[in-house]
Structures are given as C-alpha cells and as structure tokens.
C-alpha cells in the first residue's frame, strides 16, 4: 500500500487465508479431513478445530459470538486502551480456578459413538438389532440431541436459527425461516491466527504464543496448565480443552504442511476449491494502533493499513532488514490474499470488532443477483438495475455486515457491487460479446484487473491458490526440534492406538501480543 511519508517499522510476514463463500457448497470435507489429522483422538472428540456451520444459525459452540455472555476478544477502556473483555490480569488471577465465562458440553455437543457390537452379538429374536448412541465421553446410552451443526442447511431453523446472535435490528424482525423466503450460506471456521490474539494474552503460563517466522498461533503442552483462560478471551471459540490431558489444543494451520511449502489439509481437500493461502508482510508496530481504533466501523480499514504492499521496494528493503528472506518475499509478491483482502478489497475479516485482527478472512457470499433485478421490474441489462437489486438480496445486507463489517451495509454493497459489475462483464465475455468496461469502471477495476480478479476467484490454479513459501533449512533445528515440544498430544503412550502423540517441531520465537494491563508489547 501507498506509505507516503509514514516510517515503515518492524516488518513481519504471516500466512493468511482467504474463503470465497460463494463457493461453499457445505459437503464437511475439510471438517472431515481435519478431525482425521488433528482430534482422532481421546480427549478432543467434541473438538472440531475446523467445522462448516449454516448461517443463519447459532454456531458451534451455540451463541459463541454472544460475547456479552462468554466475554471474549478486546474492548476500549475509558481512556481507550486495548484490555480484555475477560478482565485484566488481576481479575483474571482472582478467577483462575474458577472461571464462569466458559462454553459446557452441552454448548458444543455430547460426542457419541454406537453400540455396534450388539449388531453382531445380539441374541436371534423377531426383531432386527440395533446399534444404539453411547456416550463418547462416559459410556453410558444417550439420546443425540445436538450437533457441530445441528442446523445443516437450515434443517431445525426455525426452532433455534432465531438465537443467532447476529440477527440484531429492526430488519431482523422481518426475516422468515420459511423455506419460500429463507436465505442460507454456508460459513467454514478455523482459528483466525489472529494479529492481536487475546487468547496469547490471557495465558497466564505463556505456553499460548504467536510464532515470529509465519504468525502462526500454537500451545505449548509443556506449558500449558490448563487455567483455560484462552478458551475465554477466544471470540470465535477455537481453542479446546483436552479432557484427557486437561491442556489447551487448537488449529495449528497445519504448520508441518506450511514449513513444507504445501497448504493446510483443509485447503488440500475442499471440494469447491474456495480456499487461498498466502503471505502477507505486515508492520508489528502498528497493531495495537490498528486494534485500538475507536470505532469499530472503521477496524476494517486500520487493518488493512498495518499491511504492507510487497511490491513496494522501500517494502521489500525493510523486510530484508527484519530478515525475511527472499523467496519469502516473492512468495508475497505474487500472494492470492494479499491481491484478495488489499488489491481488490472483495475479501472481508470475520467479525473485526472483536479488535483481535483476524488473519482468515472471506468474499462474502453473492445471492442470486439477476433474480433480484426481475422481481424488481428491472432491466437485466441495465447496470444501474443491477446495481440497485445489490439492496434488496435474498441474503441481507445487514446481516452480512454485523458478520464481517461491524455492521457498515455500505462496504459490503461496495464489495457486492464489485462481484455483481465483474460477474456481468465475464458472462458478457462468455456470450462472445465484448463486455461493458463501464461496468468495471463503475467499481474501480479495469478490464485486465477484471479478468485477473475472475481467474482468480473462478478457475485458479493450484498453484496460483496456494502460494505458500517453505521453511529455510538454516531454521531446520529449531523447526524440528521434537522432543518435548508437541503442539497436540492425548494421553497414552507415543504411537499407542487411541492414545498416540503427534511429536512436532515448534520453534521457540514466539511474538507476543499487547499485555492486557499494559498495552505494551511484550
């Protein structure tokens, strides 16, 4: 981006996703694929460090983004410094072996497993045997009464979708669960790896960390003492407590993959191919700037100022004196986020008030636009009817916003808009006919920048998707350093059955964000 005469400080580079929602088809299977790598294990069978919920809805776990009621992320002090929501360090101390603000089981789901012997060893009888649901955790029969998404494709929507916290307003009074006037999408969650992650704050032991070569956000086990106040200060709810170990697990962004150059299981497997992965350079200095923004409405954008544009060569010098190597630097040069979230401005964070500065952010989903012109009487073809139905579609633009804008309708117009003028002039191209440039001119693109945006959110290749540079050899020791440094483990021997540990490296840099009393970084 643009400095002009601002000093550029401490470059960082972080790796950093973006999902185009429109996209999302709702099949599981990066859910799948990850519960597989991550938490097939005891201990963690209610944790889904990835999961695909149904918007609207409640989430998993239920209402996580009430934060009034759990108390997660940043808030402004009165004299408008950054502290948590969950308290201040001493607060937090004086609840550590009693902490409230923290989701039960029936918030996240009774995982079950089924009784299948009893399909084999049932006595003969007149009846066909089942296998019935038992608790995972206890063993005992139980009724399977909720679910990681309970609400999959709105079925149950109108008994519980009205509980989602997101559905605020006056415009909300007027939204049906009908199946004739719904609107549903589907929305795959994972840690953010966060710029300003409270949960790194309001670690008491430290064994929280945010890693200096990639951003990447682990838990130490050694560390770690399960005072869970990471699950608290969490606004999206992504870290887990192990009940087996009684440690802290969560979404290591794959980092075995990343440290390899290749992407996270759950980019490798998504059907829809909706996944970007990418580097972004960033300036450290000014996070807690950007998270300390008075109003929320403008979080979005103080974001975006804290990164920096790679091919900038006042940019590119100070990441080399930060010591960011140089294929990590052409790796940002040609990153599919930075072109998403910075260049073109079609990618948006989820839920930037939380001031936490999440690094996974989407293109928000594109209802059926030329439906909209119709219903309307409008002209198809005439681009201010288009433009126009971009307020009157199916999915609500105040919702979408009080998910990804903090509740500002006209930049998630803006970015509808953008898709809407790019989606009319490639169908034009498609019909063999020259396509409007006054269309793309209209939202800020010219024709190469239009076709370039289309590519990539349409047919890019695997390559162009996920450009993810590898670890440095000469950091190899610290990355591979195994013995008692594992960012997931459960209880058993190493390598047993039902009970194995991962043994991974993590390096020792960790970056810390602003303490909650101090606001200074650590």
Request: hydrophobic share 35%.
């Amino acid at each position: 981006m643009p400095r002009g005469e601002a000093t550029i400080g401490h470059v960082m580079a972080q790796i950093a996703m973006v999902m185009n929602l429109d996209k999302c088809i709702g099949c599981h299977t990066c859910s799948v694929t990850c519960k597989q790598t991550w938490t097939n294990r005891p201990g963690v069978e209610y944790a889904w460090f990835n999961n695909v919920e149904t918007k609207p809805g409640v989430g998993y776990p239920r209402r996580y983004e009430d934060q009034e009621r759990w108390k997660g992320g940043w808030t402004l002090d009165a004299k408008g410094r950054l502290v948590l929501r969950s308290g201040g360090r001493a607060e937090r101390l004086l609840s550590l072996f009693a902490n409230p603000d923290l989701p039960g089981i029936e918030d996240y789901y009774e995982p079950v497993t089924y009784d299948y012997d009893n399909l084999v060893s049932a006595p003969a009888g007149p009846d066909a045997p089942v296998a019935r649901p038992r608790s995972a955790l206890t063993g005992e029969p139980t009724a399977i009464t909720w679910g990681a998404n309970w609400e999959d494709g709105l079925g149950g929507a109108p008994e519980h979708a009205g509980g989602d916290p997101n559905l605020t307003g006056e415009w909300a009074e007027r939204v049906r669960f009908e199946f004739e006037q719904t609107f549903l999408f589907h929305l795959p969650r994972l840690c953010e790896h966060c710029l300003n992650p409270a949960c790194v704050s309001a670690c008491p032991s430290g064994a929280m960390y945010k890693r200096v070569e990639d951003g990447i956000v682990l838990v130490d086990q050694n560390r770690c003492r399960g005072w869970r106040m990471c699950v608290t200060a969490c606004p999206y709810k992504k870290v887990y407590v192990n009940h087996a170990t009684g440690k802290a697990e969560k979404c290591t962004f794959c980092f075995p993959r990343i440290e390899a150059g290749l992407p996270t299981v759950c980019s490798e497997t998504c059907v829809g191919r909706l996944r970007y992965l990418g580097l972004l350079l960033y300036d450290a200095d000014r996070v807690g700037e950007a998270a300390a923004t008075p109003d929320e409405r403008d979080l979005l954008e103080a974001q975006r100022g804290v990164f920096l544009d790679p091919h900038d060569p006042e940019v590119r010098a100070a990441a080399r004196e930060s010591g960011i190597p140089e294929d990590w630097l052409d790796a940002a040069r040609r990153s599919p986020v930075y072109d998403l979230v910075s260049r073109y401005k079609v990618a948006l964070p989820l839920h930037p008030e939380y001031r936490t500065l999440p690094m996974v952010w989407y293109v928000p989903p594109l209802s059926p636009i030329l439906d909209a012109v119709s219903g309307a009487g409008g002209d198809q073809d005439d681009p201010d009817h288009v433009f126009a139905a971009v307020t009157r579609l199916r999915i609500p633009l105040d919702y979408l916003a009080n998910l990804f804008t903090a509740g500002d309708t006209d930049i998630v117009a803006g970015v509808l808009m953008k898709l809407t003028a790019l989606r009319s002039y490639m169908r034009a191209r498609s019909l063999g006919e020259a396509g409007d440039e006054a269309v793309l001119k209209a939202v800020g693109l010219t024709a190469r920048e239009g076709e370039d945006l289309h590519r990539l959110l349409a047919v890019a290749k695997y390559r162009e998707r996920y450009v993810v540079p590898a670890a440095h050899q000469e950091d190899a020791a610290a990355l591979t350093a195994l013995e008692n440094r594992c960012p997931v483990e459960s209880s058993g021997d190493p390598g047993s059955a039902g009970g194995r540990r991962v043994m991974l490296g993590i390096p020792t840099q960790r970056h810390r964000p602003p303490d909650a009393s101090t606001g200074e970084h650590a």
